[in-house]
C-alpha cells in the first residue's frame, strides 16, 4: 500500500521557519519523484518544489525560489521541505505528492499519482 505522510507544519510568525517532511513508503522510492503542492482557501493548488529521487534534480515556484529548499534522504524514503523567510501569502495546507521521475520537470502540470494527507502551515503578520 502506498503512503505518504506529511509533518512539520504549525504556526510561525512571518520571516519564521519551517521544516515539513513527507515520509514515503509502498513503491520504489527513487524511481519516483516527489512534489510539494499548496493550497490557499478560495484558491486553487499550486506546485511548491519537487525533487527527482532518481537524479535528484530540483525545481522551485518562482514565488519560493531563494527561501525554500527541498531534499531528500533516500536511504530514509523521507523528503524535506526546508522553508526559511515565511510569509503570510505562504499560509496554506501543504501536500507532498509522489509521480514518476520522468515528470519531474512538469510537477507542477503533473500533479501526483499518490497524495499525502497535507499538513497546515499559517504564518502570522
Known amino acids: 500500500e502506498v503512503q505518504l505522510m506529511e509533518s512539520g507544519g504549525g504556526l510561525v510568525q512571518a520571516g519564521g521557519s519551517l521544516r515539513l517532511s513527507c515520509a514515503a513508503s509502498?513503491?520504489?522510492?527513487?524511481?519516483?519523484?516527489i512534489g510539494w503542492f499548496r493550497q490557499a482557501p478560495g484558491k486553487e493548488r499550486e506546485g511548491v518544489s519537487c525533487i527527482n529521487n532518481s537524479d535528484g534534480s530540483t525545481y522551485y515556484a518562482s514565488a519560493v525560489k531563494g527561501r525554500f529548499t527541498i531534499s531528500s534522504d533516500n536511504a530514509k524514503n523521507t523528503v524535506y521541505l526546508e522553508m526559511n523567510s515565511l510569509k503570510p501569502e505562504d499560509t496554506a495546507v501543504y501536500y507532498c505528492a509522489a509521480l514518476p521521475a520522468r515528470y519531474s520537470d512538469s510537477y507542477d502540470r503533473y500533479g501526483g499519482d499518490y497524495w499525502g494527507q497535507g499538513t497546515q502551515v499559517t504564518v502570522s503578520s
Open positions: 509502498g513503491f520504489t522510492f527513487d524511481e519516483y519523484a
